[in-house]
C-alpha cells in the first residue's frame, strides 16, 4: 500500500512539472503548443549530448542544457509563433504550426541519436531507500522535490512578482493589458522561457528515472494536456489536484488491466472530462465550450 | 514500371484518405486527427474478416464502411459540445484510443507483430492479383469518392457544412440541426477513410498497427492542408506532391534509413510553412480562421 502510493506520487510528480509548465503557457498563448513535446525530449537529449559526448560534468550538463531547451523555446516563439500571432492567427493556425515544428524537430533527434531507448542514469543502479515500507530512489526523491518546488516557486512568482501579474494581465486580456502599458510580446516572452524551462526539467529528471527515446515527448505532454485540462485551464492547484487524479487512476488502471493500457486509460478520461466538464475541477468556464 | 504502378497505387489511397478528411476539416471546419484510426479500422475490419470469416470482398468493404461510420459518429459527437482546438485534442484522444486497441489487444488483432497473409481480393469472379489491377480498383473508388465528394459540396447539404464552418450560429439561427450535421460528415468522411484502408491491406497484404498511428493522421491533414483546405482538387493535388515529392529523395541517393525520418521533415516542414505564408495551401478556400478571428 505504502509503494503503490509512492508509485503514485512519482508518477504525478514528474505529470505535474509537464502540466505547471504546460498551464503557464497555454494561459498566455491561448493554445496548445505541441512543440512542448519536443522541448520535453529535448533536455535529455542535450543532457546526453553534452555529458557523454562533449565531456561536461553531469551537473553542469545538466544545468546547460535546461537553459538550452529554455532558450529554444523563446526561439520558436520568436521565429514562429510571433509572426503568426501579428497576422491574428487562428489557435488552430497555431496549433497545426506547432505540430508542424514537433514532427520536423523530433524527427532531427531521431536522425541523430536513433529511436531506441538510452539510457542516461548514472552511477551504479541503486537499490532504493525504505521509507515506511516503500522503496524510493535518490532521483524519485528528488523528483518529487523538485516538483513541489516548482508550484510552490511558480504560484509565488505568478501571485507576487510584476512578471507574474503581467502574466495574469496578459491572460486575462491581451488587449487590456496592452492598452495598460504592459507589453504582452514580453510578457510571452518570459512565459515561454519559464515554461520550457520547468518543461526541460520535467523531462530530464524522467529521463534519469526511467529512460529515453524520441516518442516520449508526445506522451508525457499528451498526459499533461490531460492534466491541465482535468484540473482546471490556468489553475494551479488544478494542474497538482489533475496530477494526482491522473497518477492515481493510471496506476489503478495498470494493476487492473495491464501496464499497456497507460496511454488509453488517461485519454479516455481526458474525453470524459471533455464531455462532461470541459472546465474541469477548478477552472473558469470555458468559451470553447458550449455547456 | 511496378514501381510506377506502386507509386500511383499510393497516391490512389492517399486521394480517398485527403478528400474524406477535406470533408470534415476542410468544408465543416472540423479539423481532426483521429483520421489514422477510420484508415485503420476500414482495413482491420477488411483484414480480420478475410482472414477469419473468408467473406467475400464486397461483404468486407460494406462492413469495414459501416463500422469506421459508426467510429466517425462517436468520434463526431464531442464536437458538439467543444470547439477549435478542444475538439482537436478529443479526436486526438480518440487516434490515441483506437491505436492502443490495435496494439495491445493481441489476441484480436495480432498486436504490433501484426498479421500476415490477406488474400487478394475477388470481385464477382475475377481476382485481383497484379498492379495494375489494384491501380484500376483504387482508381475506380477514387473516381467514385471524387464525384461524392463533388456531389455533396455541391448540394444543400453541403452548403450548410460551409454555413457551420463559417458561422455556426448563424446556421444554428436559420433552423439548421447542427449537431445532426457534424456528426454525419464524420459518418461519411469516416466511412470514406474505410475505403482507403481496406485498399491498402488488400494490395500491401499484411496489416500491423504502425499504419495507423498519430503521425499518420498528421500526414493526411498535411496532404490537406498542401492541396489546399475546402477545394474538391485541393486534396489531390496534395496527395500528388506529398507522395511523389519524397520519392524523388530516393533519387537523389538518400540510404533508406535517414529516408523514413527526412520525409517527416520534409511534410513537418511544409506543414509550418504553409501555416506561415498560405494557410490555405495551394487551391484551398478555408485557412482555419474561425468567422470572428478573420474580422
Known amino acids: ?291 | 514500371m511496378e514501381y510506377i504502378l506502386h507509386i500511383l497505387i499510393l497516391i490512389g489511397i492517399y486521394i480517398i484518405l485527403s478528400i474524406s478528411l477535406n470533408l470534415i476539416a476542410g468544408y465543416t471546419g472540423l479539423l481532426s486527427i483521429a483520421h489514422a484510426a477510420f484508415y485503420g479500422i476500414g482495413a482491420y475490419v477488411a483484414a480480420l474478416m478475410a482472414l477469419n470469416l473468408h467473406s467475400p470482398f464486397l461483404v468486407n468493404i460494406v462492413c469495414a464502411i459501416i463500422l469506421s461510420g459508426l467510429l466517425g459518429a462517436m468520434v463526431g459527437i464531442p464536437s458538439l459540445r467543444i470547439r477549435d482546438d478542444y475538439f482537436v485534442i478529443a479526436t486526438f484522444a480518440f487516434q490515441v484510443i483506437s491505436f492502443s486497441i490495435l496494439n495491445n489487444w493481441v489476441s484480436f488483432t495480432g498486436g504490433p507483430m501484426g498479421l500476415p497473409g490477406i488474400p487478394q481480393p475477388t470481385i464477382f469472379g475475377l481476382t485481383i492479383s497484379s498492379h495494375l489491377g489494384f491501380l484500376l480498383l483504387i482508381g475506380f473508388f477514387c473516381a467514385l469518392i471524387f464525384w461524392l465528394s463533388h456531389r455533396i459540396v455541391q448540394s444543400p447539404f453541403g452548403r450548410v457544412l460551409k454555413a457551420i464552418r463559417e458561422d455556426e450560429v448563424f446556421a444554428q439561427a436559420a433552423g439548421k440541426n447542427v449537431a445532426a450535421f457534424k456528426v454525419l460528415v464524420f459518418v461519411i468522411g469516416a466511412g470514406m477513410a474505410a475505403i482507403a484502408g481496406v485498399m491498402y491491406v488488400y494490395y500491401i497484404s499484411f496489416i500491423d498497427p504502425s499504419s495507423f498511428t498519430v503521425m499518420e493522421s498528421i500526414f493526411i491533414i498535411s496532404v490537406v492542408i498542401v492541396g489546399g483546405a475546402g477545394s474538391l482538387w485541393g486534396p489531390v493535388i496534395g496527395a500528388v506532391v506529398l507522395v511523389v515529392l519524397p520519392e524523388l529523395l530516393r533519387f537523389i541517393g538518400l540510404p533508406s534509413f535517414v529516408a523514413a525520418n527526412v520525409r517527416q521533415i520534409l511534410y513537418g516542414g511544409l506543414l509550418v510553412a504553409f501555416m506561415m505564408w498560405r494557410p490555405h495551401g495551394f487551391l484551398g478556400k478555408y485557412a482555419f480562421q474561425s468567422g470572428e478571428a478573420r474580422e
Open chain 1, 1 to 291: 500500500m505504502a509503494q503503490f502510493i509512492t508509485n503514485i506520487l512519482i508518477t504525478a510528480s514528474s505529470i505535474v512539472l509537464v502540466g505547471l509548465g504546460f498551464s503557464l503557457i497555454y494561459r498566455t498563448t491561448k493554445f496548445f503548443d505541441l512543440a512542448y513535446a519536443f522541448l520535453f525530449m529535448a533536455g535529455p537529449y542535450f543532457v546526453l549530448l553534452l555529458n557523454s559526448h562533449l565531456g561536461f560534468v553531469l551537473h553542469l550538463a545538466v544545468f546547460l542544457s535546461v537553459i538550452i531547451v529554455g532558450l529554444i523555446g523563446v526561439l520558436l516563439d520568436t521565429l514562429i509563433y510571433r509572426p503568426l500571432r501579428r497576422r491574428n492567427a487562428s489557435a488552430l493556425v497555431l496549433l497545426l504550426s506547432s505540430l508542424g515544428v514537433y514532427v520536423i524537430l523530433q524527427n532531427v533527434i531521431s536522425l541523430v541519436f536513433g529511436d531506441e531507448n538510452i539510457s542516461i542514469r548514472f552511477g551504479k543502479i541503486e537499490q532504493g531507500i525504505n521509507i515506511l515500507g516503500a522503496k524510493i530512489t535518490s532521483i524519485q526523491i528528488l523528483l518529487i522535490g523538485l516538483s513541489v518546488a516548482a508550484i510552490v516557486t511558480t504560484s509565488m512568482l505568478i501571485r507576487y512578482t510584476r512578471i507574474g501579474l503581467a502574466i495574469r494581465a496578459v491572460s486575462s486580456s491581451p488587449e487590456l493589458a496592452n492598452v495598460s502599458g504592459m507589453q504582452s510580446e514580453r510578457v510571452i516572452f518570459w512565459a515561454t522561457f519559464m515554461s520550457s524551462i520547468i518543461v526541460g526539467i520535467a523531462g530530464i529528471l524522467v529521463a534519469i528515472d526511467v529512460n529515453m527515446n524520441p516518442t516520449m515527448g508526445m506522451n508525457a505532454l499528451m498526459v499533461g494536456i490531460v492534466v491541465v485540462l482535468v484540473g482546471g485551464m490556468g489553475s494551479i492547484p488544478g494542474v497538482v489536484l489533475g496530477a494526482l487524479f491522473l497518477g492515481s487512476a493510471q496506476h489503478l488502471g495498470v494493476w487492473v488491466i495491464g501496464s499497456q493500457w497507460q496511454d488509453a486509460i488517461a485519454f479516455v478520461i481526458l474525453l470524459a472530462f471533455l464531455l462532461i466538464k470541459p472546465e474541469g475541477f477548478m477552472g473558469k468556464k470555458i468559451r470553447k465550450a458550449t455547456a
